[in-house]
Protein backbone atom coordinates (compact mmCIF):
# COMPACT_ATOMS: atom_id res chain seq x y z
CA UNK A 1 0.00 0.00 0.00
CA UNK A 2 1.68 3.38 -0.63
CA UNK A 3 0.01 6.67 0.49
CA UNK A 4 0.27 9.96 -1.38
CA UNK A 5 -0.22 13.54 -0.29
CA UNK A 6 0.30 16.58 -3.06
CA UNK A 7 1.08 19.68 -1.30
CA UNK A 8 2.70 23.34 -3.08
CA UNK A 9 -0.44 24.31 -4.66
CA UNK A 10 -2.00 27.70 -4.80
CA UNK A 11 -2.74 31.04 -6.96
CA UNK A 12 -0.03 32.51 -9.54
CA UNK A 13 -0.28 34.92 -12.32
CA UNK A 14 0.31 33.86 -15.43
CA UNK A 15 4.08 33.79 -16.74
CA UNK A 16 4.87 32.61 -12.76
CA UNK A 17 6.26 29.25 -11.36
CA UNK A 18 5.12 27.25 -9.19
CA UNK A 19 6.39 23.87 -7.76
CA UNK A 20 3.86 20.96 -6.52
CA UNK A 21 5.19 17.94 -4.41
CA UNK A 22 3.85 14.44 -3.60
CA UNK A 23 5.31 12.58 -0.43
CA UNK A 24 4.51 9.08 -0.39
CA UNK A 25 4.93 6.82 2.72
CA UNK A 26 4.28 2.53 2.46
CA UNK A 27 6.14 0.39 0.72
CA UNK A 28 9.00 0.76 -1.94
CA UNK A 29 8.34 4.02 -3.04
CA UNK A 30 11.64 3.86 -4.61
CA UNK A 31 10.17 1.01 -6.98
CA UNK A 32 7.29 3.18 -9.13
CA UNK A 33 7.17 5.09 -11.59
CA UNK A 34 5.59 7.85 -11.06
CA UNK A 35 3.11 10.39 -12.55
CA UNK A 36 1.36 13.80 -12.50
CA UNK A 37 -1.83 14.23 -13.79
CA UNK A 38 -4.78 17.26 -14.19
CA UNK A 39 -8.04 17.76 -14.58
CA UNK A 40 -9.95 20.96 -14.41
CA UNK A 41 -13.67 21.53 -13.92
CA UNK A 42 -16.02 20.11 -16.54
CA UNK A 43 -12.77 18.26 -18.01
CA UNK A 44 -11.61 14.84 -18.35
CA UNK A 45 -8.27 13.76 -16.32
CA UNK A 46 -5.10 14.70 -18.74
CA UNK A 47 -1.27 13.24 -18.37
CA UNK A 48 0.69 15.74 -17.47
CA UNK A 49 3.77 14.37 -16.74
CA UNK A 50 5.94 10.86 -15.93
CA UNK A 51 9.51 9.66 -14.34
CA UNK A 52 11.02 5.97 -13.91
CA UNK A 53 11.53 4.59 -10.79
CA UNK A 54 15.12 5.35 -11.29
CA UNK A 55 14.51 9.07 -12.00
CA UNK A 56 16.56 8.25 -15.51
CA UNK A 57 13.56 8.28 -17.92
CA UNK A 58 10.94 10.81 -18.26
CA UNK A 59 7.53 11.89 -20.47
CA UNK A 60 5.55 14.57 -20.78
CA UNK A 61 2.18 15.80 -22.31
CA UNK A 62 3.17 18.27 -25.65
CA UNK A 63 1.46 21.24 -23.59
CA UNK A 64 4.06 21.19 -21.00
CA UNK A 65 7.11 20.04 -23.10
CA UNK A 66 9.85 23.11 -21.93
CA UNK A 67 7.61 24.29 -19.26
CA UNK A 68 7.49 21.61 -16.40
CA UNK A 69 10.31 19.12 -15.06
CA UNK A 70 9.49 16.36 -13.10
CA UNK A 71 11.68 15.05 -10.99
CA UNK A 72 12.12 12.92 -7.57
CA UNK A 73 13.89 12.14 -4.39
CA UNK A 74 13.36 8.84 -3.57
CA UNK A 75 15.37 8.92 -0.28
CA UNK A 76 12.92 11.83 0.66
CA UNK A 77 10.05 9.39 -0.73
CA UNK A 78 8.31 12.62 -2.68
CA UNK A 79 8.09 13.78 -6.36
CA UNK A 80 8.14 17.07 -7.80
CA UNK A 81 6.81 18.89 -10.81
CA UNK A 82 8.46 22.17 -11.24
CA UNK A 83 6.09 24.23 -13.38
CA UNK A 84 7.70 27.54 -15.05
CA UNK A 85 5.87 30.15 -17.58
CA UNK A 86 2.41 28.89 -16.23
CA UNK A 87 -0.92 29.46 -18.20
CA UNK A 88 -4.08 30.68 -16.99
CA UNK A 89 -5.36 27.15 -18.95
CA UNK A 90 -3.10 25.65 -16.68
CA UNK A 91 -5.38 26.28 -14.30
CA UNK A 92 -6.67 22.48 -12.63
CA UNK A 93 -6.41 20.28 -9.95
CA UNK A 94 -2.73 18.47 -9.80
CA UNK A 95 -2.82 14.63 -8.71
CA UNK A 96 0.19 12.57 -8.58
CA UNK A 97 -0.11 8.81 -9.17
CA UNK A 98 2.01 5.75 -8.73
CA UNK A 99 2.39 3.11 -11.43
CA UNK A 100 2.52 -0.93 -10.64
CA UNK A 101 2.54 -3.01 -13.38
CA UNK A 102 1.91 -0.81 -16.01
CA UNK A 103 -1.00 0.90 -14.45
CA UNK A 104 -1.59 3.64 -11.97
CA UNK A 105 -3.15 1.95 -8.63
CA UNK A 106 -2.71 4.92 -5.82
CA UNK A 107 -3.41 8.20 -6.35
CA UNK A 108 -3.04 11.32 -4.11
CA UNK A 109 -5.68 13.99 -3.37
CA UNK A 110 -4.57 16.49 -5.17
CA UNK A 111 -3.64 20.44 -4.93
CA UNK A 112 -5.28 23.20 -6.71
CA UNK A 113 -3.08 25.18 -9.07
CA UNK A 114 -4.99 28.32 -10.44
CA UNK A 115 -2.97 30.92 -12.68
CA UNK A 116 -4.69 34.23 -12.87
CA UNK A 117 -3.92 36.23 -16.53
Known amino acids: QVQLVESGGGLVQAGGSLRVSCAAS????????MGWFRQAPGKEREFVAQ????????RYADFVKGRFTISRDNAKNTVYLQMNSLKPEDTAVYRC??????????WGQGTQVTVSS
Open 97 to 106: GAMIAGSYKY
Open 26 to 33: GRTFSLYA
Open 51 to 58: ITWSGGST
